[in-house]
């Protein structure tokens, strides 16, 4: 389903569940969309009885072109206004649980931090909340590899946008202010219950990241996944969504 935002058209769609349970909302990666989540929301909702929301930030996938240059509060831009406008026009007083992976984990802090109404809890995957050696490095691995046409895959998901997609993402991280990004400030306004999880491979993070979530906000949970990567719900899928399913599930029936 598209819908109109700010002259633009936005992606998304819904999955079917309980309606009396909180709706599941799902934010992609970086360099991610709707499709390349594999499939793992439709579980999550199933093992949860939520219904769930997944869709394409304006830039990626499905949705339109990003009309305007990215600044270095993009993520802030997507937490604070675009999320925000999906939800009051598709599920408008609705109780829900974000689910962000990587940067969508960072727009789910960022969203979490201003207290909205009806936010029930969230879960993070390799989010970030200030910027490492080894993310840039990651990043820098990930321009290596666009240039040798390794990452060609990226146009099955996002077309024409894809050339756009990877500099918009790579070209923000690797900018000079960018290395000062950081929103540690923000996590101790975090009020709803929060499961962080990372990999311990992760390439683009270290577990500092979830020690400074879990020192900041209040009654935090997080887990570290042995031999896992940037990629918790793909790479160890049984375990990412016994996770996830068993912080949602006791919220869901309260």
């Given amino acids: 389903m598209l819908l109109e935002l700010d002259g633009a058209f936005l992606h998304y769609a ?50 339109s072109p990003s009309g305007a240059p990215r600044s270095i509060h993009y993520l802030h831009q997507s937490a604070l206004h675009e999320l925000p406008a999906l939800l009051q026009r598709v599920a408008p007083g609705r109780e ?33 909340v200030f910027v490492e050696e080894i993310t840039l490095e990651g990043v820098r691995e990930a321009v290596q590899a666009h240039a040798a046409g390794k990452l060609r895959g990226l146009a099955r998901y996002h077309g024409d946008k894809a050339a756009q997609v990877f500099s918009a993402w790579a070209d923000t991280w690797l900018a000079p202010p960018f290395r000062y990004w950081n929103i540690e400030y923000l996590l101790p306004s975090i009020a709803c219950p929060l499961l962080a999880v990372q990999g311990a491979d992760d390439q683009y993070g270290s577990g500092a990241q979830l020690g400074a979530i879990e020192r900041a906000v209040p009654g ?20 990412t969504l016994q996770a996830m399913a068993a912080f949602i599930n006791p919220l869901a029936a309260g």
């Fill in 220 to 239: 935090a949970r997080q887990l570290l996944l042995p031999g896992c990567g940037h990629s918790p719900h793909l790479e160890q899928p049984e375990s």
């Fill in 14 to 63: 819904l999955i079917d569940g309980d309606g009396r349970k909180p709706l599941l909302v799902f934010l992609h990666e970086g360099l991610g969309c709707t499709a390349m989540w594999k499939g793992f929301p439709e579980r999550l909702c199933a093992q949860t009885g939520c219904a769930g929301l997944v869709y394409d930030r304006i830039g990626y996938g499905l949705s």
């Fill in 96 to 128: 829900h649980i974000v689910i962000g992976h990587s940067d969508g984990g960072s727009i789910a802090l960022i969203y979490a931090a201003g207290r909205p109404a009806g936010l029930r809890a969230v879960v993070t995957a390799a989010a970030h």
